[in-house]
């Protein structure tokens, strides 16, 4: 599975942003898709994840209530819409799949053990 993230800019605090995850090669309809991203001088970390179906997400506290994370099998791709963006979103994001077994606990979404990753996207909030 190849991912290619895209949708990243630059946006005033309080902006929007609507990221998007392609998948090419083979279809990643039985994947789970998660949203990582890693700002500069900082470790990479965990930012939204759903399951297969898109009947289950995951959220980091921080982007709680402002990130929503969807997906469209039958377009290979994974949206993650983000609203109220702060300067401390700004970073790079990046995409990532993986199988995940059906009895998978919240666990297997939220860490960064995902077999296949996307090159990042830049997302730069000005205050």
């Known amino acids: 599975v190849q991912l290619q993230a895209s949708g990243g800019g630059l946006v005033q605090a309080g902006g929007s942003l609507r990221l998007s995850c392609t998948a090419s090669?083979?279809?990643?309809?039985?994947?789970?898709v998660g949203w990582f991203r890693q700002a500069p001088g900082k470790e990479r970390e965990f930012v939204a994840a759903?399951?297969?179906?898109?009947?289950?997400?995951y959220y980091a506290d921080s982007v709680q209530g402002r990130f929503t994370i969807s997906r469209d099998n039958a377009k290979n791709t994974v949206y993650l819409q983000m609203n109220s963006l702060k300067p401390e979103d700004t970073a790079v994001y990046y995409c990532?799949?993986?199988?995940?077994?059906?009895?998978?606990?919240?666990?297997?979404?939220?860490?960064?053990?995902?077999?296949?990753w996307g090159q990042g996207t830049q997302v730069t909030v000005s205050s």
């Open positions: 990532a799949a993986k199988y995940t077994d059906p009895f998978a606990g919240s666990s297997d979404y939220t860490n960064q053990f995902y077999a296949y």
């Open positions: 090669g083979r279809s990643f309809s039985r994947h789970a």
């Open positions: 759903i399951n297969w179906s898109g009947q289950s997400t």
